[in-house]
């Protein structure tokens, strides 16, 4: 016990050191500043915030989605469009991304309890609905909105349904398991066969490919489970580790898409 404690003391020591810490440059620049103040002027009070209202879809709303945010939303881009036609490279905005499944992950196998737990498979499932939501926006939303827009509920309908089940009837492993796979199998053939249609108009999308495919490689860790390597390294563990770079390549292949976009619609973007 005391070997733990003072593991533990080290590592928080480790988190709390001191050392130069930088926000996230987008967030400072005065055009995105101005931006802001502008648009939440103009957009998020009086007629301006009815009319936003008004025309919110509804899965936006019900997921607390902002005057605020919006405008955030439309200046972060704005600001990147002049960094990219300026041949800058595009600064970070915000100074956070989704960490909400690793966070519950982490605090699982710290301390595991039935919340924990729970947590744990709940936001797992998340990310993989988000993924295959993603792919839908990417692949058809962008011609045919509303198709998203009722995709998108009917994937928060099935997690409501999920978690309902696994929490007011009883906590399956197998169908949990069974789920996953069969929602990640549909992530990784949507995926794989938008990249096949479009890989010669879009070198980029090989990452996308690299990415699915390896996700779906490492989900075997899960499945075919192995003693600890040395003790320590059990398959879970050594899938957690492995996720990290792919992640890394799934946000370059995000990067790669969004400049595309970004350019293909260049018109768009206007300063007030």
Not at 104 to 109: A, E, I, K, V
Not at 123 to 149: D, E, W
Not at 161 to 167: A, D, E, K, W
Not at 230 to 250: C, K, Q, R
Request: with cysteine; aromatic share 14%.
């Amino acid at each position: 016990m005391a070997a733990k404690g003072a593991a533990l003391l080290l590592l928080l020591g480790a988190a709390a050191a001191p050392g130069p810490v930088r926000g996230s440059q987008g967030d400072r620049e005065p055009v995105y500043r101005d931006c802001l103040a502008h648009c939440e002027r103009r957009n998020c009070s009086g007629a301006g915030l009815r009319h936003f209202r008004s025309r919110q879809p509804l899965y936006m709303s019900l997921t607390g989605w902002t005057c605020r945010d919006e405008c955030k939303y439309e200046c972060m881009w704005l600001t990147v469009g002049l960094y990219v036609q300026e041949g800058y490279r595009v600064p970070q905005f915000h100074g956070k991304v989704s960490l909400n499944a690793w966070f519950w992950s982490t605090l699982f196998h710290t301390r595991e309890t039935d919340v924990t737990e729970k947590m744990d498979y709940f936001c797992a499932s998340t990310v993989i609905l988000h993924s295959i939501y993603l792919c839908c926006v990417r692949t058809l939303g962008l011609k045919h909105p509303a198709f998203a827009n009722a995709f998108g509920g009917f994937l928060i309908l099935f997690l409501a349904c999920h978690v309902s089940y696994l929490t007011l009837v009883r906590f399956d492993y197998g169908y949990n398991m069974a789920a996953n796979v069969a929602i990640g199998l549909l992530n990784l053939f949507w995926w794989l066969g938008w990249c096949i249609r479009n890989q010669q108009r879009l070198p980029y999308v090989r990452k996308c490919v690299v990415v699915v495919l390896l996700l779906q490689g490492l989900a075997l860790l899960e499945l075919l489970d192995f003693p600890p390597l040395f003790w320590i390294f059990d398959a879970h563990a050594i899938w957690h580790i492995s996720t990290i770079p792919v992640n890394v390549l799934f946000y370059s292949f995000l990067r790669d898409d969004s400049l595309y976009l970004l350019k293909a619609n260049s018109g768009v973007l206007k300063i007030d």
